[in-house]
């Protein structure tokens, strides 16, 4: 079965504070995982994916198997970064994508 | 491309009546998938499906729920008869098996109200 935790339903932080997004996952073979972003009154869409290695608006993943996490990061947060962030997780070549519950991010200006 | 297209966007339906969501995925993608969001569950995933075939349905929640993908460019979730409980926004969303691994793009939502 594969499941994905983030712990927080909001999180506030001021303007120019850093951010960290909790997701810790499980999964028994080898996860895909990916955030992604829905701004107010826009669709979902990919922020980033692990294999990638990317850094997207700012924002950095790490997968950490040992921990089983891939908590999403970035150093100064702006207030356009205020939305709603969902962590997922598909297992590598498959199609089945689980999301968490979601985590709203407020920056407060 | 206009990406995936859901109707209707929004939908308010007394409880006990039939309720039917469509959904026009991307063309060329290859997997489509129904997805419901509640503030209590975040996304859960219903039913997803591979070149109109479904794959997996263990999400839909009861037999008041069915899905059907006819084609390559046309799915539709049927709730019958609908209740409160039901409401939610429901997202449709296509892939296609790719190098560039299984981004999912999502539609806009149909927002479901059962009173």
């Known amino acids: 079965a594969q499941r994905v935790t983030q712990p927080e339903k909001l999180l506030s932080v001021f303007k120019g504070a850093p951010v960290e997004l909790k997701c810790n996952y499980s999964y028994s073979g080898s996860p895909e995982l990916f955030w992604y972003v829905q701004y107010s009154r826009q669709r979902l869409q990919l922020l980033l994916r692990h294999i990638s290695r990317e850094s997207i608006k700012g924002f950095t993943a790490d997968l950490n198997k040992g921990e089983t996490s891939f908590h999403l990061k970035k150093p100064f947060a702006q207030e356009e970064d205020s939305a709603m962030y969902y962590c997922a997780l598909s297992g590598r070549g498959y199609q089945k994508v689980t999301f968490g519950t979601g985590t709203k991010l407020q920056v407060i200006p | 491309d206009a990406g995936v297209i859901q109707s209707p966007r929004h939908e308010v339906t007394e409880m006990g009546q039939e309720v039917t969501l469509r959904c026009k995925p991307i063309?060329?993608?290859?997997?489509l998938f129904w997805y419901r969001q509640t503030m209590m569950r975040g996304l859960e995933l219903l039913i997803y499906?591979?070149?109109?075939?479904?794959?997996?349905d263990s999400g839909m929640p009861e037999d008041r729920f069915s899905a059907k993908m006819p084609n390559a460019s046309f799915s539709t979730l049927k709730i019958q008869p609908s209740e409160p409980r039901d409401s939610a926004v429901y997202f449709c969303a296509s892939s296609f098996q790719g190098l560039s691994g299984n981004t999912i793009y999502f539609g806009e939502g149909s927002w479901l109200t059962v009173v």
């Open positions: 063309s060329g993608h290859d997997y």
């Open positions: 499906f591979n070149n109109n075939v479904p794959i997996d």
